[in-house]
């Protein structure tokens, strides 16, 4: 039962206390044997029907590989006879110097069918010349490379005539075997990057350069069949799953040829969804420090309270109210606490007996006097105002009203206020 | 007997040759729970059987894709509590015409419910529960009945744990008004 606003509850106890817990036992039946009937229903049943197969990446990714080289090969045999040579490339490329220590990278733009490709300027010219792409077999499509790369006038470089040659020694271009270019630095083998016309999602082709999961995260590099994978972890299976925060690396080596080679790293960073207090209620004394700890059990979350000034795990409260508190890691999650404070050094009774024998006569609060200008509301069960005072003086004995239960509200001059049962009991 | 670990269990299911006998062993670790998380939603017996069917067979038919990040019984509880809400959203539910809305006389057919047992309070309960909307609805029957943790409900709803908090508070509070009035 529950007659005023407020409620204060223990935050022990997982359900509302103020439900009569006879009302909570199960109600309902079922029909005899219905949960072993059942059973075998479902099991008679499931026999005919198939479970679905699992999803399974590797698959996935080997049928968006038949898919690209399909339309690849299509895409080729479409432009080998329907158009001329100088059209033939799908993309135009140009040579981008970054100002930053950045290592290289190819950015496409398939709007205007451009691949601009990112290098350091600070590299040395054997590995640009190296690591200069050449775009599959087409000639025109390496001259057009290098034609760009000129006009950007970089003096470190000056492409030499007999650059295709030497080129062409160190780089193994590709043999359409699969539906990507690849663009391969031989110098140190971890710049290497790789551009792939046709997207498979999923595959090592398309890793972002750091990512926030929550959940165990599996990387999978699959290129193809005939490949060998080398990963920081000294996995050396296709796809590693990780579960935990650090840069992942995976060197994958053709088995054909080991100078065909690409690595690539990324950043997990491995954040779980944060455990939440299962506390909702804190009761405290007036004076007193309630400390309302969020901490998860790794470092990595942020945390913001609102209304508290502290962006730590742990916020002292010494003020009544509502707080909500921010847990920020891959998402931002919101925990929020009531916080109750009550006059501990009072002793409220919770049973009276006026029948004038000297003891328990009155509704006597104990060290009421401590907080003058106390005002107390009494109703009876019927919820009607039976007393009502705005300076009690310890004085309400109950005088002309039936034995039974009242509410008492108490209300302090600092704005605090407490509520309870007395039993009026005269025998 | 000792109950199997999930383990276990989806490690027969898993084995074709083994696979019957691993899902009846979850059948029976988890099939009366989820019955009276279903029957709560439901009330009916007739409907909470027929979501009961519904979910068994998606178990069945989707266990492989199942993530042991998450707990086997919170991953069936939220096919359960889908398929529940789907049922009362298809106008097949006895007691709800559509869904956060309760039949006028619920009182009186829960009278007349064979299945019905329970007291004048319980029946007042299930009243006041009735009257919730669906979200606070399932929150105060994980909450209060099944007891379970805030963080197992989140895992079912997909919502913040801050907002079943929320939920349940409000929702106890609706209940305890519903109680105390005449």
């Known amino acids: ?427 | 007997m000792p109950k199997h670990t999930d383990e276990e269990i989806l490690s027969r299911i898993k084995n074709k040759k083994t696979a019957d006998q691993g899902f009846a062993l979850l059948m029976e670790k988890y099939q009366e729970q989820t019955y009276w998380q279903i029957r709560r939603i439901l009330i009916d017996h007739d409907d909470a059987n027929d979501v009961m069917q519904n979910t068994f067979i998606k178990v069945w038919k989707n266990i492989s894709k199942f993530r042991s990040d998450s707990k086997l019984y919170t991953w069936i509880y939220r096919i359960a509590t889908n398929e529940a809400i789907s049922f009362i959203k298809s106008n097949k539910s006895k007691y709800y015409v559509s869904l956060d809305e309760m039949n006028e006389d619920f009182g009186e057919q829960l009278e007349a419910d064979v299945q019905f047992k329970g007291t004048t309070i319980q029946r007042k309960l299930q009243k006041a529960i009735a009257t919730l909307p669906n979200r606070q609805k399932m929150v105060f029957n994980m909450r209060y009945f099944d007891a379970m943790s805030y963080q197992d409900i989140a895992d079912v709803i997909g919502v913040s744990i801050g907002t079943l908090k929320a939920s349940y508070h409000i929702a106890a509070k609706k209940i305890e008004k519903f109680l105390t009035e005449d």
């Open chain 1, 1 to 427: 039962m529950k007659l005023f606003g407020k409620h204060i509850i223990s935050p022990d106890d997982p359900v509302s206390p103020l439900i009569d817990k006879a009302a909570g036992e199960n109600p309902f039946s079922v029909p005899e044997n219905y949960f072993e009937n059942f059973q075998k229903d479902i099991i008679g049943k499931v026999k005919h029907i198939p479970q679905s197969p699992k999803f399974n990446i590797y698959r996935w990714v080997a049928f968006t590989f038949v898919a690209a080289l399909i339309t690849f090969v299509s895409l080729y045999i479409i432009n080998e006879y329907t158009q001329s040579d100088s059209e033939n490339l799908v993309y135009k490329h140009e040579l981008v110097f970054n100002d930053s220590n950045q290592e290289v990278y190819l950015e496409t733009d398939d709007v205007q069918k451009t691949i601009f490709i990112h290098v350091n300027p600070n590299m040395s010219k054997e590995e640009l010349e190296r690591l200069l792409i050449l775009f599959g077999n087409n000639e025109l499509a390496r001259e057009n490379a290098k034609t760009q790369y000129t006009a950007l006038n970089c003096d470190k470089i000056v492409p030499d005539n007999n650059g295709d040659e030497d080129i062409e020694e160190d780089i193994e271009t590709d043999n359409n075997t699969y539906s990507h270019f690849r663009a391969l630095s031989y110098n140190t083998g971890t710049y290497a990057e790789v551009f792939e016309m046709v997207s498979a999602e999923g595959s090592l082709l398309s890793w972002p350069e750091d990512i926030c999961v929550e959940r165990p995260i599996m990387l999978n590099a699959y290129l193809g069949e005939d490949f060998d994978y080398k990963w920081s972890t000294g996995d050396e299976t296709e796809s590693i799953r990780v579960k935990e925060t650090g840069i992942f690396s995976v060197t994958v080596t053709a088995q054909d040829n080991p100078k065909e080679m690409v690595s690539k790293s990324i950043l997990v960073r491995y954040i779980p969804v944060p455990v939440l207090n299962n506390e909702y209620y804190f009761n405290a004394c007036v004076g007193e420090t309630v400390q309302i700890d969020v901490k998860q059990g790794i470092d990595a979350y942020k945390y913001n309270w609102q209304g508290v000034n502290s962006t730590k795990p742990m916020a002292s409260i010494n003020q009544p109210g509502k707080y909500k508190v921010e847990i920020q890691g891959c998402r931002t999650y919101l925990d929020s606490f009531i916080v109750i404070y009550q006059h501990c050094d009072l002793s409220i009774p919770a049973i009276i007996s006026p029948n004038n024998d000297g003891f328990n006569d009155a509704f006597v609060v104990d060290n009421l006097v401590n907080y003058p200008g106390t005002s107390i509301e009494i109703y009876n069960s019927q919820k009607e105002l039976v007393f009502q005072s705005e300076d009690y003086q310890n004085d309400w004995n109950a005088d002309g009203l039936p034995d039974g239960p009242y509410y008492y509200l108490l209300k302090f001059a600092d704005g605090i206020s407490q509520e309870g049962i007395v039993n009026v009991r005269r025998n």
